[in-house]
T-cell receptor, first 113, second 115 residues
C-alpha cells in the first residue's frame, strides 16, 4: 500500500481564494482525520470521520472550513475564502479504528499570501 | 490537545548515547498511547505504542514506559544515531472505551543528535 496520499504537497494562494486539499486514506481504514500543524499550536485535530460520516468537527476553526468524505477512499478539506492565518501544514491520517495507530500522509503545506 | 504536554521542548545528545524523551498527560481515562517521530518536511511516523494495561513495551532500540500513577510517558532511544534527529510527539486517545481512534497530541520535543 502506498500509504495515505495527500495532494497537493504545496499550495500557494492569494487571500480570498478557495483552497481544496485532498486525501486518499489507506485502503480498508475506516477512520480519517484532518490535522493542522503550526509552530504556535502544534498538531490540532480539525475533524474526523468514521465510516465516511463526520463524527466531530469541533476543531474546525470557522465556517470557512468544510470537509467531506464522499466515499471510503477520498476526502477533501476546503477553505473558502482563505486567509493568511490559515497558512499551515495540513495532514490527513487514517486508522483501522479502535485503538490503533494513525498513519499520516506527507501533508500539504499551505501558504496564503 | 493541550492535555498532553512535554517536559522539554529540545533535547541534544551525543551519537551513541541513550535518549529519554518525556511526556505528561492529564486524562486519567486515556488507555492508549503512541509515540510518533516527525522528520522535517514529512508527516508523523509511528514509532511505538502502549496500552494502559502495560507499563513497559520494547521495540527495536526504543522502549516506552508508562506510569499511570503520575500520568507520565517516556520514550527511551538506545544508542541514538544521527538519523534519530527529529521532533517526537506523544499522543493519547480519548479513553473511556473509545473505539473511534481519536488522538490528542503533545507539542513535541526536538531531538538533535551530535556526531
Amino acid at each position: 500500500d502506498a500509504g495515505v496520499i495527500q495532494s497537493p504537497r504545496h499550495e500557494v494562494t492569494e487571500m480570498g481564494q478557495e483552497v481544496t486539499l485532498r486525501c486518499k486514506p489507506i485502503s480498508g481504514h475506516n477512520s480519517l482525520f484532518w490535522y493542522r500543524q503550526t509552530m504556535m499550536r502544534g498538531l490540532e485535530l480539525l475533524i474526523y470521520f468514521n465510516n465516511n460520516v463526520p463524527i466531530d468537527d469541533s476543531g474546525m476553526p470557522e465556517d470557512r472550513f468544510s470537509a467531506k468524505m464522499p466515499n471510503a477512499s477520498f476526502s477533501t478539506l476546503k477553505i473558502q475564502p482563505s486567509e493568511p492565518r490559515d497558512s499551515a501544514v495540513y495532514f490527513c491520517a487514517s486508522t483501522l479504528g479502535g485503538n490503533t495507530e494513525a498513519f499520516f500522509g506527507q501533508g500539504t503545506r499551505l501558504t496564503v499570501v | 490537545g493541550e492535555s498532553v504536554g512535554l517536559h522539554l521542548p529540545t533535547l541534544s545528545v551525543q551519537e551513541g548515547d541513550n535518549s529519554i524523551i518525556n511526556c505528561a498527560y492529564s486524562n486519567s481515562a486515556s488507555d492508549y498511547f503512541i509515540w510518533y517521530k516527525q522528520e522535517s518536511g514529512k508527516g508523523p511516523q509511528f514509532i511505538i505504542d502502549i496500552r494502559s494495561n502495560m507499563d513497559k513495551r520494547q521495540g527495536q532500540r526504543v522502549t516506552v514506559l508508562l506510569n499511570k500513577t503520575v500520568k507520565h510517558l517516556s520514550l527511551q532511544i538506545a544508542a541514538t544515531q544521527p538519523g534519530d534527529s527529529a521532533v517526537y510527539f506523544c499522543a493519547e486517545n480519548e479513553g473511556r472505551g473509545s473505539t473511534l481512534g481519536r488522538l490528542y497530541f503533545g507539542r513535541g520535543t526536538q531531538l538533535t543528535v551530535w556526531p
